[in-house]
């Protein structure tokens, strides 16, 4: 298969993006989007987004499983049954959480406002909102705005909306790969939004700054195949990642196929889905990458691998329990080899290990062996100084491994969200 995985131009490899390069537009066939200000925001920063597939597509999806949801997730929660849609619409600046009654039915009235500008049924709208909590969405500025964003459909208007689902992002969040499968070309872009308030838990059926994604390909795929795919891309990447800890009301994640490429159908256990599955992971893991990357406050890109436990699912428990352990987080920050952080991260994950197997590497580098400290101090402390760190713990209980990626925990974190609403 030839594959080719393009990013944003600006794409950092580090943390720091020093670049904002003209980027070229990504096209995906029949599909159309755009990003707007609309003055949901405060300061003029685009803030309304449309996506619009130019006829029926089938739709998997997977959202928060936060107890308090937002409107928009609600209502996409019930639409996503039937698998199928053509549009989505997207604000930023508002979260439309914890807004009662009022909001599902302003998260409602955008759908059916779009759908008339459309002409397509109501059921096939999504919508999602990020930003802040609690307030009602000013609706005279979102019927405007969206009338105008209509209007302004563009098949190269999917970088746009990009930088319209931005809140506290640095930069927008888009990769593409175009691929053959069976003799076909098909497209596969996403863009994703997401720097603070990233602890993402996704799930197909919920138990009851925000992580936003959207995925279009032109593949031509079962419903049943697609959903697969979709969790097992995001079971690796969106929900590896974590800046701080806390799951939003609103993380959701939406994938649209169209067909266009006329492709014979991709299932569930061929090869062509075996490709399809490649491709869908390059897209999710580079976005989920690049959430981490622009991190809050973030001066450390931080990939902890747990090998060594007894399910890969306590790896995950116990990278996780690492990942957002402020101790060690702020340590990271302040370039301190504070490995008996670690150690006692480990210890309170609520698993059972034994701390004299425990093996504490930073970039290949063992600082903690058996249990115990090797005074490493000095090139250590020369390793954690690098803007991207990886941290290996070998527990010696099994073949259980996990990754996850996170950031360090600045001052500047602090700053963000001590004045977010003002």
């Known amino acids: 298969m030839k594959k080719r995985v393009s990013f944003t131009p600006g794409y950092p ?9 003209q980027v070229k537009p990504i096209i995906v066939p029949g599909f159309k989007a755009v990003g707007i200000y ?32 937002a409107a928009p997730v609600i209502l996409d929660i019930e639409r996503i049954k039937s698998g199928r849609g053509q549009a989505i619409v997207i604000n930023s600046g508002n979260a439309n959480a914890c807004s009662g009654k009022k909001g599902f039915t302003d998260a409602l009235e955008m759908t059916r406002i779009t759908a008339r500008g459309l002409g397509i049924p109501a ?11 609690g307030k009602h969405l000013p609706m005279d500025k979102v019927r405007k705005g969206i009338a105008k964003a209509i209007s302004l459909l563009s098949k190269a208007g999917l970088n746009d909306a990009a930088e319209a689902i931005m809140t506290t992002d640095t930069f927008p969040k888009i990769a593409s790969s175009r ?11 996403g863009i994703a939004k997401g720097a603070g308030m990233i602890y993402p838990k996704l799930s197909p059926n919920p138990l009851s700054a925000t992580m936003l994604s959207f995925i279009l390909t032109d593949a031509k795929i079962e419903g049943m195949a697609l959903r697969t795919a979709l969790k097992k891309s995001v079971e690796n990447s969106f929900n590896s990642i974590t800046i ?86 702020t340590a990271l920050n302040g370039e301190d080899p504070n490995w008996g952080r670690i150690m ?36 250590a402390k020369r390793i954690l100084k690098k803007k991207e760190i990886r941290i290996t713990i070998q527990l010696g209980i099994g073949k259980g491994k996990a990754k996850v990626l996170t950031t360090d925990l600045s001052s500047e974190y602090v700053k963000i969200n001590a004045t977010y609403r003002t």
């Not at 609309?38 to 996506?51: E, T």
């Not at 691929?179 to 872009?189: C, E, L, N």
């Open 13 to 21: 490899h580090s943390l720091r993006l020093v670049e904002r390069t």
């Open 38 to 69: 609309a003055g949901i925001k405060k300061r003029k920063k685009k803030d309304l987004a449309l996506i619009f597939s130019e006829i029926e597509a089938k739709v998997a999806g997977l959202f928060t499983t936060n107890q308090v949801k």
């Open 123 to 133: 059921e096939m709208v999504y919508v999602a909102s990020t930003g802040v909590i």
């Open 179 to 189: 691929s053959k499968i069976g003799g076909r070309v098909i497209t596969v872009a």
């Open 244 to 329: 701080d800890g806390d799951t939003s009301t609103n993380d959701s994640v939406l994938c649209f196929a169209n067909g266009l490429a006329s492709n014979r159908e991709i299932r569930s256990g061929s090869r062509e889905f075996s490709k399809f599955q490649e491709i869908l992971d390059s897209i999710t893991s580079c976005l989920a990458r690049m959430i981490v990357l622009d991190g809050e406050g973030a001066t450390k890109f931080i990939e902890l691998a747990v090998k060594g436990a007894s399910t890969d699912n306590d790896a995950k428990r116990v990278a996780f329990r690492i990942a957002n352990s402020n101790l060690v987080k």
């Open 344 to 379: 006692a991260a480990i210890g309170s994950s609520g698993l059972s290990i034994n701390p004299e197997k425990v093996n504490i590497y930073f970039d290949g580098l063992m600082v903690v062996g058996k249990g115990l400290g090797l005074r490493k101090e000095k090139e």
